[in-house]
């Protein structure tokens, strides 16, 4: 079973619309989260980054949540546009160990005109 | 801006061929990473390294070996390709206190035949 699951699998949204990407872990002892984005073909870009004590973080149009209790976090994209079409990942960080990344398998966000 | 680079973008190879994968970052970071990114798998760790000739076996090394004779490049070899190692593969690099903040190459999207 995956440490980190990812919901939804993939989304097709309107360009304008708003919509909202999950993440649920259960790896510990937590460090910190990071959302990318990853283009098509490309390789991921980091768009926000919180540790145990932040519960939102804004980067432009998106916005994350983290509720370290229950161990989820949501991305929020607000008026999506056409460029927002990419994978977006949730990594999340422990804070022992060589190997303390942990990777979802990632969302497929389609925006539609 | 921290840049990380791939030698190619795309590459095919055959079966049994010995392949070179280059990565180069631009700012002095002492830790490198290599992944490969299949669907539905996510990014999953192969090797990394935290100095020169210095490595480490990540999730999957099995079929790969790496060389880091100078700070700046950490490369991925596979031996003797194989179908099963047609693959997305991504560098990153980091600073040596935080290997969470990540930094990602284009990805080299690698065909064996």
Partial sequence: KNQVEQSPQSLIILEGKNCTLQCNYTVSPFSNLRWYKQDTGRGPVSLTIMTFSENTKSNGRYTATLDADTKQSSLHITASQLSDSASYICVVIIQTGANNLFFGTGTRLTVIP | DVKVTQSSRYLVKRTGEKVFLECVQDMDHENMFWYRQDPGLGLRLIYFSYDV?????????????????????????????????????????????RDYEQYFGPGTRLTVT
């Fill in chain 2, 53 to 97: 000739k210095m490595k480490e076996k990540g999730d999957i090394p099995e079929g790969y070996s790496v060389s880091r004779e100078k700070k700046e490049r950490f490369s991925l070899i596979l031996e003797s390709a194989s179908t099963n190692q047609t693959s997305m593969y991504l560098c990153a690099s980091s600073p040596w206190d």
